[in-house]
C-alpha cells in the first residue's frame, strides 16, 4: 500500500510528465485546488480575467514553442467561455489542451451547479474530447491529449474533470506510471514528388514561393531562407507566415502581392491553405491555369480548392531541405534578368512610393502610415508584434517588417478579435524565459482592444513589460469627430441614431495605466508618438499603453481588389 493520492495531484503531475510548462486560466469550483497543484507540480500558473483570453493566451505559448500549454477553466460558463480560442486554435492549426472542470458526476442530471455536457460541446472545437473516467486513467488521458494536439496538424484538445474525479483520492499504487512526453514524428517527403515539383519549378517562366504559418510552425525558417536564396525565387509571405524569410530580403515580393498572385505561373506553397486569405487559389485573383507546388503535413489537406500540380505530404522542413539540394544539383538559379522578377520589382517600387508618400505626411490627425512607419523606425528589430483591429492589422502588416521568424501574432485564419492582449502575455512570458532581451509590443484597433482589455490588469499582476498601441480611430472600420458624434446621438432616440459602428471619441486607454498608480502616454503627433514609444521601451517591469488618436476616417491605400469579395467561385 502506498500513500492516498488525489485526482488534482495526479492531474497536476501527468500534466508536468507530458512536458505542459504554462497554464493560463481562471480558478472556482472545482478546480481551486487544482492550481495551486500545478504550482505544486512546478508548472507555472498564470491567472487571467477571461478564459477567452486564456485560451488565446496558451495558443500562442503552443505556437512559440511548439508545445502544448493548457488553459484550466471552470464548469459549464468557464468552459464555454475557451470555445472561441478553442476554435481559433483549431482553426490556425496551433496546438493547446483545455481542461475544464465540470459538475460532480452525482449530481449529473439532476441540475447540477454549472452543469453542461462539455465533452460533447467542445467536440467540433477540438481533435479530441474526453473525460477520464477514473484517476488511474487520468495519466493516460493526458499523454493521448498532449499527443494528439501537437502531431500531425496541430490543433486543440480537451479534457473534462468532474468535481468528484479532481477531489477524489486513491492509493498512489493504483496510478500506473506513464510514458511520456513523445516526439512530433518527423515525415518525410515521397522523392518521386520532389523531383516533379524540381521539374515543374525549373520549368516556370513566373514561379512565386507563398510561405504560410505552418513553414512558420514548423520551424523551417533555415530550410525556406536556403531554397529562396539559392535559388533567387520571388516570395510572399501570409501574414504570420512573414519573417520566416525576412520582409526586407531582396526577394520579398509582399509589395507587388496582388500582381505576383494574378501572374504567377508555378506557386511553391510551404505550409499555407488556399482558403479566404490566399483567394481560394482561384481566378480572378490567380491565374486560371497556375501550377500549385503544395508541401503540407496534413495529406486532407492535399488538393484543397484547386488541384494541385504536385501534392506533397511532409514537414515543411525535410521536404523544404530536399527541394534546395535538387534544385542546386541542377544548378537552378532563377535570374533577376527574367522579365518576371522585372515586373515584380517595378512594381514593388511604385507601391513603396505610394505608402511612403502616406507616410511623410505627419498632419494631425495622423493616419495608420504616418503612426505605423514612425512605430517601425522606433521599434528594435527582434521584438514579438502582436497585431489586431481591421485597418490597424492590415496596414500594420504592411508597414511593421517582420525579420524573424514566429514574430508575428495576429486575428489569424478566424479572423479572430480579441486574441491580442492574451497573445501578448504568452509572448512577454516566453520572452522572460526563453528569450529575455526582446520586448512584445502590441498594436491595437481601439475597438479590438475592448474585448479582452482587462487583461491589462494580468499585464501587471505579472510584471509583463508589454507595449500596447492603441490605435484610436473611435470606431469599429472608421469613427466619427466628437461634435458630429454628439449631434447624431442628441437628434434621436439614443439607440435608434447612434451608429453601430462608432465608440465614445477620443476615449482615453492610456488612462486605464491609472488604474495601477501609473501613467501612459496620449498622443497625437508623430513628436509625441516618438517620444512615448523610446520611453515605453525602456520600461522593463510592467506593461503601458500608448494611445494614439488618429483620424476618424482614415483608410486603407486604394487597393485593386475588395479584400474578400472579388473572387469569382
Ligand atoms: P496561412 O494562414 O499562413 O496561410 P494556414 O494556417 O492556412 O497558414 O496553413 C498552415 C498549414 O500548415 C496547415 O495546412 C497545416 O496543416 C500546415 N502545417 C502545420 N505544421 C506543419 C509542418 N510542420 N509541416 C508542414 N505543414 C505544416
Ligand atoms: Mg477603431
Not at 226 to 234: I, M, R
Not at 390 to 396: F, P, R, S
Request: proline share 6%.
Amino acid at each position: 500500500m502506498g500513500d492516498e493520492v488525489d485526482g488534482n495531484t495526479v492531474l497536476a503531475q501527468a500534466l508536468k510528465a507530458q512536458g505542459v510548462e504554462f497554464i493560463f486560466g481562471i480558478i472556482g469550483y472545482p478546480v481551486i485546488e487544482l492550481s495551486l497543484a500545478l504550482q505544486m507540480a512546478d508548472i507555472h500558473y498564470i491567472g487571467m480575467r477571461n478564459e477567452q483570453a486564456a485560451c488565446y493566451a496558451a495558443q500562442a505559448m503552443g505556437y512559440l514553442t511548439g508545445n502544448p500549454a493548457g488553459v484550466l477553466c471552470v464548469s459549464g460558463p468557464g468552459v464555454l467561455h475557451t470555445f472561441a480560442g478553442m476554435a481559433n486554435a483549431q482553426v490556425n492549426c496551433w496546438p493547446v489542451l483545455v481542461i475544464g472542470g465540470s459538475a460532480p458526476q452525482d449530481h449529473e442530471g439532476i441540475g447540477g451547479f454549472q452543469e453542461c455536457n462539455q465533452v460533447e460541446l467542445a467536440r467540433p472545437y477540438s481533435k479530441y474530447s474526453a473525460r477520464p473516467p477514473s484517476i488511474p486513467l487520468i495519466p493516460s488521458h493526458v499523454e493521448k491529449a498532449v499527443r494528439l494536439a501537437k502531431n500531425g496538424r496541430p490543433g486543440a484538445v480537451y479534457l473534462d474533470f468532474p468535481a468528484n474525479i479532481l477531489s477524489g483520492k486513491v492509493d498512489s499504487s493504483a496510478v500506473p506510471l506513464q510514458y511520456g512526453p513523445t516526439e512530433i514524428p518527423i515525415i518525410y517527403p515521397d522523392p518521386k514528388k520532389i523531383q516533379h515539383a524540381i521539374k515543374v519549378l525549373s520549368e516556370a517562366k513566373r514561379p512565386l514561393v507563398i510561405i504560410g504559418k505552418g513553414a512558420a510552425y514548423a520551424r523551417a525558417e533555415d530550410q525556406v531562407n536556403e531554397l529562396v536564396n539559392s535559388t533567387n525565387l520571388p516570395f510572399l509571405a501570409t501574414p504570420m507566415g512573414k519573417g520566416v524569410v525576412s520582409d526586407t530580403s531582396d526577394k520579398c515580393v509582399q509589395s507587388a502581392r496582388t500582381l505576383a498572385l494574378l501572374k504567377a505561373d508555378v506557386i511553391l506553397l510551404l505550409g499555407g491553405r488556399l482558403n479566404w486569405m490566399l483567394h481560394f487559389g482561384r481566378p480572378s485573383r490567380f491565374a486560371p491555369d497556375v501550377k500549385v507546388i503544395q508541401i503540407d503535413i496534413s495529406s486532407e489537406e492535399l488538393h484543397n480548392s484547386v488541384k494541385s500540380e504536385v501534392a506533397i505530404q511532409s514537414d515543411i522542413k525535410t521536404a523544404v531541405a530536399e527541394l534546395a539540394k535538387g534544385l542546386k544539383l541542377q544548378k537552378f538559379v532563377f535570374s533577376r534578368t527574367e522579365e518576371w522578377w522585372t515586373s515584380l520589382t517595378k512594381k514593388c517600387d511604385e507601391n513603396r512610393k505610394n505608402v511612403e508618400a502616406m507616410a511623410n505626411d505627419h498632419q494631425v490627425p495622423l493616419n495608420y502610415y504616418a503612426v505605423f512607419s514612425n512605430l517601425y523606425k522606433n521599434l528594435p528589430d527582434n521584438c514579438i508584434i502582436v497585431s489586431e483591429g481591421a485597418n490597424t492589422m492590415d496596414i500594420g502588416r504592411a508597414v511593421l517588417l517582420n525579420k524573424r521568424p514566429r514574430h508575428r501574432l495576429d486575428a489569424g485564419t478566424f479572423g479572430t478579435m480579441g486574441v491580442g492582449p492574451g497573445f501578448a502575455i504568452a509572448a512577454a512570458l516566453y520572452c522572460r524565459h526563453y528569450e529575455p532581451t526582446k520586448k512584445v509590443i502590441c498594436v491595437e484597433g481601439d475597438s479590438a482592444f475592448g474585448f479582452s482589455g482587462m487583461e491589462i490588469e494580468t499585464m501587471v499582476r505579472y510584471r509583463l513589460p508589454i507595449i500596447v498601441v492603441v490605435v484610436n480611430n473611435s470606431g469599429i472600420y472608421t469613427g466619427m469627430d466628437h461634435e458630429v458624434f454628439e449631434e447624431i446621438q442628441n437628434s434621436g432616440e439614443i439607440t435608434k441614431v447612434t451608429p453601430p459602428g462608432c465608440l465614445t471619441s477620443a476615449t482615453r486607454y492610456d488612462q486605464m495605466m491609472a488604474l495601477f498608480g501609473r501613467t501612459g502616454f496620449f498622443v497625437q503627433t508623430i513628436p509625441e508618438l516618438e517620444s512615448a514609444t523610446k520611453q515605453a521601451l525602456e520600461i522593463h517591469e510592467g506593461p503601458t499603453i500608448i494611445n494614439v488618436l488618429i483620424n476618424r476616417t482614415a483608410d486603407r491605400k486604394p487597393q485593386a481588389f475588395n479584400w474578400l469579395t472579388e473572387s469569382k467561385l
